[in-house]
T-cell receptor, first 108, second 115 residues
Framework: KNQVEQSPQSLIILEGKNCTLQCNYTVSPFSNLRWYKQDTGRGPVSLTIMTFSENTKSNGRYTATLDADTKQSSLHITASQLSDSASYICLDDYKLSFGAGTTVTVRA | DVKVTQSSRYLVKRTGEKVFLECVQDMDHENMFWYRQDPGLGLRLIYFSYDVKMKEKGDIPEGYSVSREKKERFSLILESASTNQTSMYLC??????????????FGEGSRLTVL
């Protein structure tokens, strides 16, 4: 059973709008949780890493949060752009367990 | 910049053929990984290596083998390709650190179709 679950599986948003992606993990012990962005036909690229002691971290228009008590992380995209269309994948660093990803489509 | 290079972006092979997927990284990373990626299943770890001539099975090693003769090169081998091995294959590398939390750097992927 996958120890990292992501939701939603896919979403469509209009350019300029915000969206939030969810990642629930059950791996133990917890190490770090990373968010990757994967453009179509390309390899994933790291967006941000969340350590156990961090609650929030921003990388430009991307903001990741972590709640170690509920074992949930979220990735918030602000003022979406067409270039944000991609799959977003979360990874538990310790067990190297990937979620199945959320496919985001931004439409003009 | 770190560069992970996979030898072929697209391959088409026939059932029963032997297939080699090559991966080279230029950042002197100790760790190297092979994943396959299928819709709805995400990335699944096939094999990984933490050092030259060392290999460990991942979650789905059946039907695959690997070779790491040099630090920078990690090869994935399908001894006898089958149609259920049609997939996107991704190679990754990372530095080894004490907490095993190195960022993974991925190649562009090799899309294999087995007919």
């Amino acid at each position: 059973k996958n120890q990292v679950e992501q939701s939603p599986q896919s979403l469509i948003i209009l350019e300029g709008k915000n969206c939030t992606l969810q990642c629930n993990y059950t791996v133990s012990p917890f190490s770090n949780l990373r968010w990757y962005k994967q453009d179509t036909g390309r390899g994933p690229v790291s967006l941000t890493i969340m350590t156990f002691s961090e609650n929030t971290k921003s990388n430009g228009r991307y903001t990741a949060t972590l709640d170690a008590d509920t074992k949930q992380s979220s990735l918030h995209i602000t003022a979406s752009q067409l270039s944000d269309s991609a799959s977003y994948i979360c990874l538990d660093d310790y067990k190297l367990s990937f979620g199945a990803g959320t496919t985001v489509t931004v439409r003009a | 910049d770190v560069k992970v290079t996979q030898s072929s972006r697209y391959l088409v092979k026939r059932t029963g053929e032997k297939v080699f997927l090559e991966c080279v990284q230029d950042m002197d990373h100790e760790n190297m990984f092979w994943y396959r990626q299928d819709p709805g299943l995400g990335l699944r770890l096939i094999y990984f290596s933490y050092d030259v001539k060392m290999k460990e099975k991942g979650d789905i090693p059946e039907g695959y083998s690997v070779s790491r003769e040099k630090k920078e090169r990690f090869s994935l081998i399908l001894e006898s390709a089958s149609t259920n091995q049609t997939s996107m294959y991704l190679c990754a590398s990372s530095f080894r650190d004490p907490q095993n939390t190195g960022e993974l750097f991925f190649g562009e992927g090799s899309r294999l179709t087995v007919l």
